[in-house]
T-cell receptor
Framework: TQLLEQSPQFLSIQEGENLTVYCNSS?????LQWYRQEPGEGPVLLVTVVTGGEVKKLKRLTFQFGDARKDSSLHITAAQPGDTGLYLC???????????FGQGTILTVHP | DTEVTQTPKHLVMGMTNKKSLKCEQHMGHRAMYWYKQKAKKPPELMFV???????INESVPSRFSPECPNSSLLNLHLHALQPEDSALYLCASSRRQGGADTGELFFGEGSRLTVL
């Protein structure tokens, strides 16, 4: 089983602060996805990164894929209460078709 | 708005009841999934259907019985469940199972199941 280690597990911050969530693996993966799940909803795909060293931006969210394709990070600038939710990284793209999720980061942004 | 529709949103059932969860997608996706999610935990894969055939069963107890009537529909039949089966049940779809499209999943909003 190729595990994804996600950190931190919990993050409680004030509106306007910056934060970074990390996702690490001991093995190389061909692609990595980030999902956000708001309370009472299903996870929603934010981004997929596939190329080592890749950086993608989605408004105030910046996603990076490590050069060696073993790690990824999600950085949120000037967090807002609407960013509150469970953030999940997931390894995909295998022929087996089974998505492996990290343990998740529960983010709470206080007004 | 999600393009994967799940019904019902909430379900309360006793341990002797038989109920079903339903999922529908109209994105032309050929792979559909059932996940179980406990509070503040990541989703756990239960079943995968690829081209309407069951391709993955993650050793799920037989009290959960999946069914894929056609490429747009996925059901999960529930019978003789236990209180520990209470969870959020998520349906998802992808263009196909694995492969070059990186297996990106589109989730429904989930069905919140409570077993008394």
């Amino acid at each position: 089983t190729q595990l994804l280690e996600q950190s931190p597990q919990f993050l409680s911050i004030q509106e306007g602060e910056n934060l970074t969530v990390y996702c690490n693996s001991s093995s190389v993966f061909s692609s990595l996805q980030w999902y956000r799940q708001e309370p009472g909803e299903g996870p929603v795909l934010l981004v997929t990164v596939v190329t080592g060293g890749e950086v993608k931006k989605l408004k105030r969210l910046t996603f990076q894929f490590g050069d060696a394709r073993k790690d990824s990070s999600l950085h949120i600038t000037a967090a807002q209460p609407g960013d509150t939710g469970l953030y999940l990284c997931a390894r995909g793209g295998t022929s087996y078709g089974k998505l492996t999720f990290g343990q998740g980061t529960i983010l709470t942004v206080h007004p | 708005d999600t393009e994967v529709t799940q019904t019902p949103k909430h379900l309360v059932m006793g341990m002797t009841n038989k109920k079903s969860l339903k999922c529908e997608q109209h994105m032309g996706h050929r792979a559909m999934y059932w996940y179980k999610q406990k509070a503040k935990k990541p989703p756990e894969l239960m079943f995968v259907y690829s081209y309407e055939k069951l391709s993955i069963n993650e050793s799920v107890p037989s009290r959960f019985s999946p069914e894929c009537p056609n490429s747009s529909l996925l059901n999960l039949h529930l019978h003789a469940l236990q209180p520990e089966d209470s969870a959020l049940y998520l349906c998802a779809s992808s263009r196909r199972q694995g492969g070059a499209d990186t297996g990106e999943l589109f989730f429904g909003e989930g069905s919140r199941l409570t077993v008394l």
